[in-house]
């Protein structure tokens, strides 16, 4: 009978060994999570709640391409890490990612991949909305940077219309 009883105590022993390494793990996990994309905005929770957008870094202007490619290579680069930046743009969803763009003359685009966070993306703005968006210039992946914002610093203006030559 008494090794009956140490077999069930070693049981309950393993089991809550068990349980306190899933709780473990679960905790541990879920501090290593920042943001819903993996990026990183400083503010050790990875959302972007804390940043102050009021205190815009660089600003954007609707059709200003060449300002829009110079910041588009600056923040690629990794220069623009932390930086708050404004960008009035068109909605580009090619594929996968969302994009804030700028067109030339010749109908070239240059922009930068934007994230809302805790926004389902069927909730974005559409491929060829006119918006104006601020956030932080975020490290979504290695080497790899985005603006990450949240819902209520994306203004949608009205559609742009694209020119066609008939």
Partial sequence: MAKNNNNMIIGIVVAVVVVIAIVIGVI???N???GDNG???GDNGGGT???DYSDVDVSVGF????VMEAQAKAIQNGEM???IIQVDGIVSHPIKTYSIVERNENGNAVGTEFIIDGVDESNYPQDGEHIIITGEIVE???LYYVIKT???????LDAVEEETNE
């Fill in 28 to 30: 541990v996990g879920n």
């Fill in 32 to 34: 290593n999570k920042v």
């Fill in 39 to 41: 990026g990183q905005s």
């Fill in 49 to 51: 709640s804390s940043v």
């Fill in 63 to 66: 059709g200003d391409y060449e």
């Fill in 81 to 83: 890490t932390g930086k």
């Fill in 140 to 142: 979504k992946e290695p």
């Fill in 150 to 156: 949240t819902p209520g610093y994306i203004e949608i």
